[in-house]
């Protein structure tokens, strides 16, 4: 895998991106956890800056158990983030922030194909989140299908998500 440029915030979106979306429901379908907020125009926690999330390219992902949907596992989040990763270029991912572990959570970006573990508090929520932020590249934000093509090739048909709209 190359490393490749990361878009971070570039522009605020009229609305929720159909082809993050449908990344978004294939997730939750197939790892156990559940939508925590995708599209939502803010800055970050705690600074002036945009949040990704209002891009539409943006989202949390959480295995908070009941009364969630989430599985309560934190394994499951590891499996689903291990599958983003080696899967990064096929799905365009940026960045995967896992808000568990201690001290300070862990990142992965597409621009050093590699985990960091933070040693300095770098977002809030950490540690002991129950989420995981990821986000995707522009390529595919927009392209539903591409996802289900994807996942179908790569995970098989257990699951029917539609395209969101």
Known sequence: MANR???????????????????????EAH???WNNGTWNVRPKRG??????HATGRAGDLSWRGSPYRGTGNYQDAVRMMEWLEE????????????YYPKPYGRGWKCDR?????????????VPGGDWVHIEISNEWAD???HYIDYFKEHLGDSVEVKPAP
């Open 47 to 52: 600074k002036k800056s945009m949040s990704v």
């Open 87 to 98: 899967h990064a270029d096929g799905l365009g991912i940026e960045a995967i922030f896992d």
């Open 143 to 145: 392209d539903p299908q």
């Open 113 to 125: 194909s590699a985990w960091d573990n933070y040693s300095k508090k770098a977002f809030s929520g």
């Open 31 to 33: 790892f156990g956890l």
């Open 5 to 27: 440029p990361y878009t971070g915030y570039d522009a605020t979106a009229s609305g929720k991106r159909a082809g993050f979306e449908t990344l978004i429901d294939l997730l």
